[in-house]
């Protein structure tokens, strides 16, 4: 697992320029369009996995600040609840006759794909709350989250 504190940054540094900071009623965001495609296949492959490995679970994705494209749509998703720092996924485990729900933050590989100031204070705003987070970067991380949240999967049941 990857536990991470920081600013988010882009992958490649002569982006930079071009990936200026929004500033939404709520705060900065980061103006992802960049990231978003470079996390894309990675995130795909992790709903995939849980979605095979653990048919049981609901896994969805959230959208956030990164498919603001302006200042009036962010007005306008802001008020229809967007929340500032979301998590990409949420995975809904099932836990009696209930739903616990697990918070999935998708980063690259790159070491400089970190939790932004946003995404940090969701991160311990679900620790204060005793919601499950975890940034995955990889299948292996989303292994050892579901390990470490005592979800069952197929390749549990294997071993």
């Given amino acids: ?36 495609r470079v996390e894309s296949p990675i995130q795909m492959t992790i709903v995939e996995w849980i979605r095979t490995v653990a048919p049981h679970c609901v896994v969805f994705s959230i959208p956030n600040e990164r498919v603001v494209r302006s200042r009036s749509e962010l007005d306008i998703l802001v008020n229809m609840g967007l929340y500032p720092g979301i998590t990409d996924l949420c995975v809904l485990a099932p836990v009696g006759d209930h739903f616990e729900p697990h918070m999935v933050e998708v980063k690259t590989m790159d070491e400089r794909s970190i939790l932004n100031e946003n995404q940090q204070k969701f991160r311990l705003l679900c620790a204060k709350r005793g919601i499950h987070h975890a940034v995955v970067r990889s299948i292996e991380d989303i292994r050892e989250a579901f390990r470490f949240w005592n979800i069952k999967t197929k390749e549990s049941a294997i071993l």
């Fill in 1 to 36: 697992m990857v536990w991470t504190n920081g600013v988010l940054t882009p992958d490649d540094p002569r982006k930079a320029k071009s990936l200026k900071p929004a500033k939404g009623s709520w705060g900065k965001y980061p103006k992802g369009r960049y990231q978003r």
